[in-house]
């Protein structure tokens, strides 16, 4: 693996000549729109907790009112936030080739950009069901400023149970239907890049070994190195708006 602070021209050859691309993104694919990653230190009301120990059925099941704030405080933020060059070069580039996102985020930003094929391997902020009868709730929530004092979630019409965000939590299985089409996207494509992602998060992170194995041309954009970078063709020590813009052309 080669890692290069500008795109090689291998690079910029083999993203010419592919007909069907595919992006594995993670959470620095949104950070420069103003979305915390997961490993930067959140801001304001939540600096001092970790989103991993949050994100699982144990915080909620201890304490639902909590969890329920960070997600409406999440989803305030995601609201406020825009996608930036990287996102809208991704959508762009669907008028000249096959282009599917592969996204660990549950943020919006690839759809909000005019990407249209987009797999959720965990799941979405904007999507909720029932944590007991699991019925499915559309986009309705009060998110109004993040408030001091933790509120309870919604309970659900059906059966009375409460509401949660519709995301994958730590020790949760994924969402079938995503995660085969993005096994399928990854084995099937001319170039596979992988966008954003400290690649220590399973199973998603083993997607680009299906990739590597088949010899399939992957490029990762990150500013750092990660376990993935000695699996990928090259690292471009670069941010997703700056390397997205110049590959997508
Ligand atoms: C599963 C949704 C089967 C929620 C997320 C013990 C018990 C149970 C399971 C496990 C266990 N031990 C291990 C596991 C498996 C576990 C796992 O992998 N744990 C890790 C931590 C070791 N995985 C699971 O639990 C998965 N389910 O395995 O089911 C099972 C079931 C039962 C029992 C056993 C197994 C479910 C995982 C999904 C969790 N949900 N999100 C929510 O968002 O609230 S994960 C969440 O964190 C994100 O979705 C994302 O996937 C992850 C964060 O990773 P990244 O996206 O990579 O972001 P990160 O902040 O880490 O890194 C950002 C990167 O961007 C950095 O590299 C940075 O350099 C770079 N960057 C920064 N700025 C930029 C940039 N790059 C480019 N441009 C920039 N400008
Ligand atoms: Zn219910």
């Known amino acids: 693996m080669a890692a290069s602070s500008s795109i090689p021209d291998f690079a910029l050859e083999v993203v010419k000549k592919a007909d069907s691309i595919t992006v594995l993104s993670g959470a620095g ?22 989103a991993a120990a949050l994100a699982t059925p144990e915080a909620w099941n201890r304490d639902p009112d909590f969890v329920w704030s960070w997600y409406m405080w999440r989803h305030h933020l995601v609201r406020a936030t825009a996608p930036h060059a990287g996102h809208l070069a991704l959508a762009q580039w669907e008028h000249s080739a096959d282009v599917t996102i592969v996204t660990q985020n549950v943020d919006d ?50 059966c009375g149970g409460q509401i949660r965000p519709d995301v994958v939590w730590f020790g949760e299985m994924l969402p079938s239907k995503p995660w085969e089409a993005g096994v399928q996207a990854v084995d ?33 954009i990150n500013p750092d190195e990660t376990p993935l970078s000695r699996e990928c063709t090259v690292s471009l020590r670069m941010s997703a708006a700056t390397a997205l813009p110049i590959l997508a052309r």
Not at 191 to 211: D, E, K, M, N, R
Request: aromatic share 8%.
């Open 29 to 50: 694919m949104s950070a420069e729109s103003g979305v915390p990653t997961f490993r930067d230190a959140q801001t304001g009301l939540w600096e001092r907790f970790d």
């Open 188 to 220: 099937s494509c001319d170039v596979l890049l992988v966008v954003g992602t400290s690649g220590l998060v399973y199973p998603a992170a083993g997607l680009p070994q299906i990739a590597h194995e088949k010899g399939i041309p992957t490029i990762e």
């Open 109 to 158: 930003l690839h759809e909000r950009a005019g990407s249209s094929h987009v797999h959720h391997l965990h799941g979405s902020l904007f999507h909720f069901r029932c944590a007991q009868c699991s019925f499915a709730y559309s986009d309705e929530v009060d998110d109004s400023e993040p408030h001091e004092s933790p509120r309870p979630p919604p309970r659900c019409q059906r």
